[in-house]
């Protein structure tokens, strides 16, 4: 990859050089870069090394479903491992260090693994290390020679054993409506809440608000989109009534309308004195607009995960917020019309577009207009099916594509690309409403997965539900805003988007099923074999699907392969895609610090709550044992007995005849009703007690 700083364009301060370092070496951007926008201009193509192969890695995406660029954030002593990247604001003396290599970045031991692929294929843990049947490393004991250097291989980032001396922060908030989300629709749904009078919040995650308006290059009322978002930013800014809270993170939502935030307070600069690192919000809403927006989805390929291939929405975020060119020769690969506003974007901006390559063989008018701005090669009807080259992309090679059949054929043609930005379509961010109960809604012309019915008070808009263009969010944002505050819709005409209509639903294709490793989730290396192998070997569910080869369980929670894997699911299983079904998505949405979650409640201040058969464990000699905030019981131990030798003895037990477990601290099942004269806890057989 061969990034730099476009000659113009961006939001950040080119007046103002920061200062960090990057893996010990000094570094410089500019005031308002991420640390991903910076070594993007810097030319960096490899941020970090995969989880079981250490494959290297570079930039995909622009925000917090990164799933590639992971690093460590080094403040003195302290370590904070596992940041994206993309969600970290350079600032005078950031430290920050690459993870998972040894012993560098560029030359990393453990790619070996990579040779050895075929022996690490999903659930190699469980076959590999069971042990042989006889001999004098027969079961367990296998597996304990194994522990100790599988220990030292797994994991990401070293965390440190510092003291951390940050402050954290704890507040409850009460609002009449809160809006998550900024772009068009959040903002237009916050300005009709907040005019009825009604006392309004709105929380970004990122640090400016105004979303994909910042970097669109769209024309709203006449203004560039970047522009008209920072007026209505400061329209609202004025009004008594609302609260705005950039730099939050809206993770939870739980019965009753409560939902938890986290404030990155002073993430993007040394914190002042006194004043709080994290500070997390408590905020109970009578009504909820959740404007969440939408993640983009990658397409399936052989060496879809080599540095220099990003999604395309995110390559023009960098032109369009940072002024960063993620590649002097960009090719696109596509399977809907959206990504060709980022060619034409790109080019703009001063990248030199290679080819337009598009599995579709028909192609909207509007597309074919934005292709020919650029002067891109156009290939209709084609995939690519391999790329090349070492810590940097150097070229692709495509070939015809059926997108009726996933046939391939003809010759292979080789392209120069030091970039390749790729699209297969959009997820709406429905996280929030899917912890709020209900199952999400599949929806066969976007290929994508839509929010629940409410079963809570809350409003969707935007691509949250569906509406991808600007102006369909501003509509239903406005609409939105007033039924929360319990308004009717105003007749003012809404802003007005110079459009270019785009058909923003995708052809049906997620993986091109060409020779090679393909990649689904890029953090844990799941590829679409190991996806298929899950299925030939039983496992049909998507909760086993994803426990077996560890799909979504990454730090992104599978922001960008959840609908991929299961789309390679279906297909193996000869299913449509709803009739697998997806996960349920759970808190958080994206990684809270554990400081804010406790904030001034540290030290030795530990309530202990005991389960109604505490005083029975007591009296029958239990050795109690801290689970979380409760007291269970971890042995029954006879005299002079270890705590191993009373694990054989009880389990022996429950095997030979029969066990009980009180597993009242989950709070999963209640038992209620009258007790019969004759029945005493006290007669109640426990595993432990029973082997006596």
Known sequence: MSGRRANAGGQVDRTRTIRFTFDGKPMTGHAGDTLASALLARGVSVVGRSFKYHRPRGIFSAGVDEPSALVTVVNGAVREPNVPATTIEIFDGLVVESQNRFPSLGFDIGAVNGLFGGLFSAGFYYKTFMGPVVGPLKGTRFWMLCEWFIRRAAGLGRAGHATDHARYERMNAFCDVLVVGSGPAGLMAARAAAASGKQVMLAEQDALPGGSARWSGETIDGMPAAEWAKRAVAELATMENVRILPRTTVWGYYDGNVLAALERVADHRPAGKGEPRHRHWVIRAGRVVLSTGAFERPLVFPGNDRPGVMLAGAAQHYAGAFGVLPGEKIAIFVNNDTAYRAAAALHRAGARIAAIVDVRREVSAAALELARETGAEHLAGHAVVATSGGNALKDISVQRFDAATGALSGETRRIEADCLAVSGGWSPAIHLASQAGGAARWDDRLQAFLPPEPLQPWLGAGAFTGAFTTQEAIVEGLAAGAAAAGQKPSRRKPPQVETDDLDVAPAPVFEIGA???????????????????????????????????????????GKTSNVPGLAIMAQAAGKAIPEVGTTRFRPPFSPVSLGSLAAERHGDLRPERLTPMHDWHAEHGARMLAAGLWFRPQIYGLPGETVEQAYVREAAAVRDSVGIVDVSTLGKIAVQGRMRANSSTASIPTCSRHCR
């Open 515 to 557: 020779k090679g490793k393909a990649f689904v989730d890029l953090q844990h290396d799941v590829t679409s074999e190991d996806v298929r192998l899950a299925h030939r070997e039983g496992f049909v569910s998507v909760e086993h699907l994803k426990r077996y080869t560890t799909l979504g369980m990454a730090t992104d929670q």
